[in-house]
Nanobody
Framework: QVQVVESGGGLVQPGGSLRLSCVAS????????VAWYRQAPGNERELVAK???????NYAQSVKGRFTISRDNAKNTVYLQMNSLSPEDTADYYC???????????????WGQGTQVTVSS
């Protein structure tokens, strides 16, 4: 069984920063690509940032230059550093991890349950 758990959300003032963490646990071979998504009330879930196992990253245009995705493979953890936050960043943030259970298996995608980020004064 593989579990993906996000943490680090909370209430922050405009212009502030937060760092989200996504940790995968359980028995598996390794984590491949990991992505952060967000969903604001009334909106569809959107891709925020993605990082490959080889550390290639890409970002939604709305967060470029403000958010940084990184990973620590030894800790099975991916981070999302969010700076210069604005109320428009308010949403539930979800981690999506592609995990290979064995060395010969393909990757299965697992979602976390999300962490809430609220940007407000």
């Amino acid at each position: 069984q593989v579990q993906v758990v996000e943490s680090g959300g909370g209430l922050v003032q405009p212009g502030g920063s937060l760092r989200l963490s996504c940790v995968a646990s359980g028995i598996f071979f390794r984590i491949e690509d990991v992505a952060w998504y967000r969903q604001a009330p009334g909106n569809e879930r959107e891709l925020v940032a993605k990082i490959t196992r080889g550390n290639t990253s890409n970002y939604a245009q709305s967060v470029k230059g403000r958010f940084t995705i990184s990973r620590d493979n030894a800790k099975n953890t991916v981070y999302l550093q969010m700076n210069s936050l604005s109320p428009e960043d308010t949403a539930d943030y979800y981690c999506n991890a592609a995990v290979r259970r064995t060395i010969t298996s393909g990757a299965t995608v697992y979602w976390g349950q999300g962490t809430q980020v609220t940007v407000s004064s």
